[in-house]
């Protein structure tokens, strides 16, 4: 692979030269020679304009151009930035010298004056300022979040009065993709956290010959923390990004312009129903990830453990309780609520360019995982606080 | 026969993103069964003038009325209600990717409506066949071809026999026997829907084949420059970037007044 930057250029080094030289106390005859390629080695208009300064008077320029070798985009940019500078400065320049279509570009290039305020200036920003304007953008970010998540409030409302407009295909297109599509990571994931999980435990167990309380470390583990998580996490890389990058395309395809138009509102149509799939799918989800964790844990413990499969089930049934892994459900569909939250919430949000989408599906992804991680802290802070 | 009565009032309105102020105090009305062109150089606030017409930009000042209804200080239900009235042809189409024609054009049905669904296929069908598209139900907007998909974007956007339909850039990136012929949809549309169009374009010969009545947006000035019927407007208009924009550049300044 070979990036524009490093491209070889296909000719040897080709050299362009100017010479000045005063032709009376006012005017100025710059004579160019040689190849004025764009690969070529070129003067620098800046040498040239030192030595315009340093006499003065000068007030017009012209050209000698009898010794010019070839020639394309490269004169032409030093030909205008001459000319602009010499504007600045109230010097004449002279075209008739040039080759005919030099000129003429140089002439086009003029044509038509810069609109006021067009440039886009990049100003360097002092350091409070930065700190300031990041604040500001983290309010702003903050007051997003807030107004979405009560627009969606507003929406589940309407969808209880059965005002809402959606389709029904996809809720069950959304049940169907965090479900039956999405057993096969969740199975391989939830039996290798089993798996691994099982191996700590059993290693450090074993060495005070309590080996049978790995079933306590597994069981407990992956019911109320592992499981819900993992099957967060695989939903916020699967479905949380497809959200935001199915939206945020049909934003820039103004297909969501196309909703509003007819009255429906965005939140309605295409949120609710994803979010409420995720919500419901979740708890679901996650009791098939919990059975697998717990199918690979007892497999590597009995493996590596002297314990009997039965003996190491009745253990994991007296260590996990109902409200264990009612816990852990309840975890699993708040975290379906954040990541659909995130997922929508970027697309909608999208701005209107490819690149606009892809950044929304990355921080959808990002913004879901941290979001994950921080409610789990929460809520096992809420269960420790009630004794669950 | 035209009944010549107001439809749409534009009133001092002005149009803003953050500070960047658009266009200011636009004035004018659109009368029932107009073709209303808004014409004016690239830049110039064409579409987002368009948008606060259509609902999805508030102004900064001013009103618009429909009927003599406000639309912008009116409660946010009565918007929704007047939308309803309301066929928007977006310049790319904006069909909605997922869904076949058939569901596209179904979907403005079965918000507004009660009709079981094999009716809204039939009504689905009509619209498609009225753009020349029958036969085409089952297809994605990926599957066909620009053209198409425009035709496709009108057949929605007429699906609700709406009392006023907008239409941005309809022309655009289409060749020209296409583009005629969409030209010849709409002015057949406004006849049998007796509808009032109003279109965003530059397009000289749609808007010379089409317009019965316009105004010209100038990005320089950031306000309306004329208004009034397309053909004088190019001959008698006393603004020259006026004339001078109908006539393709080459209005000379003579009877400039």
Redesign the interface.
């Known amino acids: 692979m070979m990036s524009l930057d490093s491209r070889p250029t296909t000719s040897p080094q080709q050299t362009a030269e100017v010479t000045s030289a005063a032709v009376d106390e006012t005017s100025f005859l710059l004579t160019l020679r040689g190849e004025w390629l764009l690969e070529s080695e070129r003067p620098r208009v800046a040498d040239l304009l030192t030595e315009l300064d340093s006499i003065a008077g000068c007030e017009r320029i012209a050209f000698d151009t009898t010794k010019l070798g070839a020639w394309d985009s490269g004169l032409v940019t030093y030909l205008v930035e001459i000319e602009r500078e010499a504007r600045e400065r109230d010097i004449a320049v002279d075209h008739t010298g040039l080759p005919d279509g030099a000129r003429r570009l140089v002439e086009l290039a003029f044509a038509v004056p810069e609109r006021q305020g067009a440039r886009r200036e990049e100003r360097r920003q002092g350091l409070m300022s930065r700190i300031g304007n990041s604040t500001l953008e983290a309010v702003r970010a903050a007051q997003d979040w807030v107004r979405f998540v009560g627009e969606l409030t507003l929406s589940f409302g309407r969808l209880l009065r059965g005002k809402a ?1 959606y389709e029904r295909s996809d809720f069950f297109a959304t049940v169907q993709e965090v479900s039956v599509e999405a057993l096969g990571i969740v199975s391989l994931v939830g039996f290798l956290v089993g798996v691994i999980l099982s191996f700590i435990g059993a290693v450090q167990f074993e060495s005070f010959g309590a080996g049978i309380y790995t079933a306590n470390l597994v069981g407990l583990g992956i019911v109320r923390e592992l499981g819900p998580i993992m099957a967060g996490i695989i939903m916020a890389g699967r479905t949380g990004a497809s959200f935001a990058a ?1 939206i945020g ?2 934003k820039v ?3 969501i ?8 509102d965005p939140i309605d149509y295409l949120v609710m129903p994803r979010a409420l799939a995720l919500m419901l799918m979740m708890p679901l989800i996650t009791l098939y990830a919990d059975l697998m964790g717990i199918i690979g844990g007892t497999v590597v413990s009995v493996a590596i453990l002297d314990i009997t499969p039965v003996l190491f089930v009745e253990q994991l049934r007296e260590a996990i309780g109902i409200g264990d892994v009612l816990g852990g459900l309840f975890m699993a569909s708040v975290f379906g609520v954040l990541v659909a939250l995130a997922g929508c919430q970027r697309g909608i949000e999208c701005g209107t360019s490819a690149q606009a989408v892809g950044e929304a599906t990355t921080s959808a992804v990002v913004t879901s995982i941290v979001a994950i991680v921080a409610s789990c802290s929460v809520l096992n802070f809420i269960y420790t606080a009630l004794d669950i | 026969m035209r009944s010549l009565q107001t439809h749409i009032t534009i009133r001092d309105l002005t149009l803003a993103y953050g500070d960047f102020v658009v266009q200011s105090d636009l004035d004018f009305t659109i009368d029932r069964g107009d073709v209303f062109i808004i014409m004016g150089g690239s830049g110039c606030g064409k579409s987002s003038l368009l948008k606060v017409l259509m609902g999805l930009k508030s102004p900064t000042r001013g009103d618009v009325l429909f009927n003599g209804q406000s639309f912008w200080q009116d409660p946010e239900a009565d918007r929704q209600a007047m939308l309803r009235k309301f066929g928007v042809l977006f310049q790319n189409g904006a069909l909605w990717s997922s869904k076949t024609l058939a569901e596209n054009v179904a979907l403005p049905l079965r918000v507004y409506t009660e009709l079981p669904p094999a009716e809204v296929r039939d009504v689905c069908s009509l619209k498609l066949a009225l753009v020349g598209l029958a036969g085409f139900e089952d297809y994605y907007p990926s599957e066909i071809s620009g053209g198409m998909r425009k035709r496709a974007a009108l057949a929605r956007a007429i699906a609700l026999d709406p009392e006023i339909l907008f239409f941005d850039e309809p022309s655009a990136g289409l060749d020209p026997i296409t583009s005629r012929r969409l030209d010849d949809l709409i002015l057949e549309l406004r006849d049998s829907l007796g509808a009032t169009i109003v279109i965003v374009t530059h397009e000289l010969a749609s808007i010379f084949a089409v317009g019965n009545n316009s105004v010209f947006l100038d990005p320089v000035t950031k306000t309306m420059l004329a208004t009034g019927p397309p053909q004088e407007l190019r001959d008698h208009s006393s603004n020259f970037a006026v004339r001078d924009f109908l006539q393709r550049g080459t209005a000379t300044q003579e009877n400039n007044v």
């Open positions: 407009t199915h395309t049909m395809n103004e297909e312009d196309a909703l509003q138009t007819l009255g429906i």
